[in-house]
């Protein structure tokens, strides 16, 4: 698995006006200078403290949220910073790690000075990274001179390794219906992740059933994210304006004048600088996960105009933090109608970009969502509720003995003999380095046991080219990669273990009886499974081959209020959300006063086996 090439420059210390100033110049050129050097390399593998990393974090956004949060708003009022908060945080984390770890230099902290960038180096890059369509976005070395005040004259805002990138390959757009031809529905839905459609179409299917049609509106600009074809009537799928995704430039309102600082340590970022570096990810086109901020805006009149034809009493999402989801619950509370959001992912405390939840009813999976929820609700009147997951109502349907076939002519493709044993790595889309990290590991842990094949399950949004060199077999192992249209649901049941850092199949192989291995390097998080005794971590392996092991002895048996905890699994998670809907729709239908409750208000009135509300 290859890395790929990052910025050969390298930190040096030299002295103006008989204070220290850090330059950064050439790799090549520190051999020649005798003074403190590092290279840039070697200074963002320092170890950072996560919590002291996010803490400044916090701090940085609430300080640019204070500044420059009213610079541009949609027509409606959607602020430029509430619906691009997730890829504006990440950006900014990006400038927090650097200066962080700056300062955890010793001959940096010994001697703090101004940095000098390197002349010509873009301000914001891209690094590394597995995904198909999302951008990981950073700001440069250079970038980070450049927060800290010093001037860049010659210095583009991009990066070249950014200008040069080829346009995101959007898919052709489909013909989207006129507006005004739309059906009225209860519901709109909104989808654009494979995750999102299979976690939202069995609750609209629930809704059909029972005569209350829905829109589900289908915003994938990838093509293996779109929708599948609804199992009910009464469920119009509607993909969006032709084009829509396909705007991109300047943000003019983007232009502070006035001053602004926050610091980092002892480094001061200036906050109008800040805004500057920001403006990249709102200028270019990102497609529906980092929609560009005319994208945005032409968005929510599409929007409006779909509320107003469809007139829904609910507005469903499984996303509400993002861009688009963002943007969609501030168009549904516009309108007065109500909104239900669905975990379709797991949650930790470090999991998610952004901890915010805006919908007013919050369907979580198990009962350890809970306080999570609770502290990321931002509306007062949020209620929670305990309904599992729709998406794997589906799992007591898993055939084992079909999907063993599939995984034994992955590895042993005709009359080659398959492995006695079979690991599924259900994979997320990290950047090279963490998931060679964790190959190496999961790998090591096969060989030193022996009689083991690994068949790699690509998360959906991931690129597969990311595996090819774990597929050269050297007689000892046999590793292949699933088809990302079959994905780790179409193989985990027949696995003897499945092996994730953080993807929610880790889960559904706990639901379904599969022995699971976190893959928990040091410093990284986890589903967090092994906390609930569903899981065994594993940060070496040693500790892989340890637990593979302990699979020929016998389990014992699973403990449900341990996997209650994780995900309540009946089967009727997508009839609990929909209940869900049409209570609170036939509320609002019988009091033209609904009656809110405050965050700590009453229950559903439904029994806990049956969605009862967690407030």
């Known amino acids: 698995m290859k890395t790929a090439s990052r910025s050969a420059l390298g930190l040096v210390r030299r002295e103006f006006r008989e204070r220290p100033q850090w330059a950064l110049v050439g790799e090549g050129a520190l051999r020649r200078m005798r003074s403190d050097q590092i290279s840039t390399r070697d200074l963002e593998a320092l170890s950072l403290d996560r919590a002291e990393v996010d803490e400044h974090v916090n701090r940085v956004m609430e300080a640019l949220d204070q500044y420059g949060a009213g610079l541009a708003a949609t027509s409606g009022g959607a602020g430029w910073l509430y619906v691009q908060h997730v890829p504006v945080r990440r950006l900014v984390t990006q400038l927090v790690r650097k200066l962080v ?9 010994a001697a703090p000075g101004s940095l000098v960038p390197a002349p010509y180096e873009g301000l914001v890059g891209i690094r590394p990274d597995s995904s198909r369509e999302s951008r990981a976005y950073t700001v440069t070395w250079s970038g980070v001179a450049y927060a800290l005040g010093a001037p860049a004259p010659h210095n583009p805002l991009r990066s070249a390794r950014l200008r040069k990138l080829p346009p995101l390959r959007l898919a052709p757009d489909l013909p989207s219906p006129p507006v005004s031809a739309l059906p009225e529905g209860e519901v709109v839905a909104l989808s654009w992740s494979s995750r999102h459609a299979e976690t939202l179409l069995p609750v609209l299917e629930e809704l059909a059933r029972s005569g209350r049609p829905s829109l589900l509106l289908d915003l994938a600009t990838d093509p293996s994210e779109r929708c599948s074809a609804p199992g009910a009537e009464g469920i119009t799928v509607c993909p969006p304006p032709v084009g829509l995704f396909d705007l991109a430039g300047a943000v003019s309102e983007l232009r502070p ?5 926050v610091r980092v340590k002892e480094h001061t970022v200036h906050l109008p600088r800040l805004v500057r570096l920001a403006s990249v990810l709102l200028e270019m086109l990102g497609g529906c996960t980092q929609p560009s901020w005319r994208t945005v805006v032409q968005a929510e009149s599409w929007l409006d105009s779909v ?8 507005v469903l999402v499984s996303n509400d933090t993002s ?6 619950v501030h168009v549904a509370e516009r309108h007065g109608i109500n909104t239900v959001h669905v975990q379709h992912g797991a949650w930790t405390a470090e999991s998610v970009a952004w901890p915010a939840l805006h919908s007013r009813d919050i369907a979580v999976m198990g009962q350890r969502d809970v306080p999570l ?5 931002r509306r007062p009147d949020a209620e929670v509720h305990v309904l599992g997951q729709p998406r794997f109502d589906a799992l007591a349907g898993l055939r084992r003995e079909p999907q063993r076939r599939y995984l034994e002519r992955l590895l042993a493709p005709g009359r080659r003999r398959a492995p006695a044993r079979i690991a599924v790595w259900a994979c997320q889309p990290f950047g090279p380095d963490r998931l060679k990290a964790q ?15 690994l068949v790699i399950a690509p998360h959906p949004a991931q690129s597969i080219d990311v595996f090819g060199s774990l597929l050269e077999r050297d007689g000892r192992q046999l590793v292949a990669v699933a088809d990302p249209r079959i994905g780790a649901r179409g193989c985990l049941a027949a696995a003897d273990v499945l092996a994730s850092a953080y993807s929610t199949c880790g889960i559904e192989a706990v639901l379904v009886g599969v022995p699971v291995l976190e893959l928990g390097l040091p410093g990284e998080r986890t589903l967090g499974l092994s906390d609930h005794g569903l899981a065994q971590r594993c940060g070496t392996a040693d500790r892989v081959a340890e637990a593979l092991v302990a699979l020929r002895g016998p389990r014992p048996p699973v403990d449900r209020t341990a996997v209650d905890a994780v995900c309540r699994w009946r089967g009727d998670s997508a009839a609990g959300v929909a209940r869900l809907i049409t209570r609170r729709a036939d509320d609002c239908a019988t009091h033209s006063h609904p009656t809110h409750h405050d965050a700590s208000g009453s229950g559903s009135g439904l029994s806990q086996d049956k969605g009862a509300s967690a407030r």
């Open 101 to 109: 770890a700056l300062s955890g230099w010793e001959p940096f902290a």
């Open 257 to 261: 004048l006035e001053r602004g600082v």
């Open 307 to 314: 509320l107003g034809t469809a007139r829904p009493n609910t």
């Open 323 to 328: 861009p688009l989801g963002a943007l969609a």
């Open 373 to 377: 929820a609770k502290a990321w609700a």
């Open 439 to 453: 190959a190496d590991v999961l790998l090591g842990g096969l060989r030193k046991v022996g009689g083991w094949g």
